[in-house]
């Protein structure tokens, strides 16, 4: 399993599963992150912050590192970052 927070900068994938907690992935997907979405890391904030990440080529948020671990991502092979 490939998780948000161990994605390459700039690296466009394509959100796989949300394993997480009914109230969390919830959120996650009021936010945008849902399954067969893409998702790109813009920024990863220093000593385990937060990412800073691009939904569907217009939104953007930070989402903590610790949710991101729980985030399963497909990397599309291929793409230009």
Known sequence: MTSLDSLALHAPALIAALHLEARE?????????????SVTV?????????????VADHTELAIDRALALHVE???ITGARP
């Open 25 to 37: 992935a919830t959120w996650l997907r009021a936010v945008g992150l849902v399954e067969g979405c």
């Open 42 to 54: 813009l920024r990863k904030a220093p000593w385990s912050g937060p990412l800073h990440v691009r």
């Open 73 to 75: 991502v497909t990397p």
